[in-house]
């Protein structure tokens, strides 16, 4: 399995699969300079992060760069025909998805990581230059819970675009469920009901600012978990031709 996940990492290299992972994390912190050089007072670390950065990433640009991400992916193998080598390799098909579920679930977790890492770096910047550097200290505690929780939540929500990606060979769909997703969470989110904090989409939304973020955490971790087996019988039995 380490050979195969090498494998998988060393697709990515050069792609623009592995160029959108990198430079979409920025976009938070890029939104998070901007806000602070503009603002007359300077605001509180705790704040950026669980008031701005956290929610504009992982309610609308998460989504969409992982419905992106997967379809770069699905793509690697849909150009030359790359299934038809793959899958005659003398290799367990489940072992092969899994693999690239595994590679996809982590880099998600990269980015965000990264959008943490280039929000401090950028903020941290900005806020020397413009003379409004942000009060108080970094609540690594809590941001750390946060974060944990959300990468549990947005489970599902990666293995259901990882599952269409592979699926099916036009860029298009995933897209389209990255997409509509999104909008439907913007609709859960204006009208403000619970009647489906189910959904993969409104999981994050739920983990930011429901009582109780736990529950979906964890609804989010199992039913990625329950899919990702779904998804590997099912690709294991399809066929890519």
Known sequence: MIAMLHVEI?????????????????????????????????PQWGSIF???????????????????????????????????????????????????????????????????????????IGGAISGQAPLGTLPWAKLGHTVSLLLAGTTMLIVIQLWVALRFASFVMPLVVGIGGTLVAMSVAMTRTDQAGWFPWVLPLKILTAPDPVRHAILGGIGGLILLIIMICDLSRHDFR
């Open 10 to 42: 060393r697709k990515l290299n050069g792609s623009l699969a592995l160029l959108l992972a990198v430079l979409a994390p920025a976009l938070p912190g890029l939104l998070a300079v901007l806000s602070l050089i503009s603002t007359d007072r300077a």
């Open 50 to 124: 669980t008031g701005f950065v956290l929610p504009i990433w992982s309610f609308f640009l998460l989504p969409m760069v992982v419905a992106a991400f997967t379809a770069l992916v699905g793509q690697i193998e849909y150009r030359a025909r790359g299934w038809d080598h793959l899958l005659a390799l003398p290799i367990a098909r489940w072992r092969l998805f899994l693999a690239k579920a595994i590679v996809v679930l982590a880099v998600s977790a990269m980015m965000t990581m990264l959008v943490l890492l280039f929000t401090w770096v950028g903020v941290s």
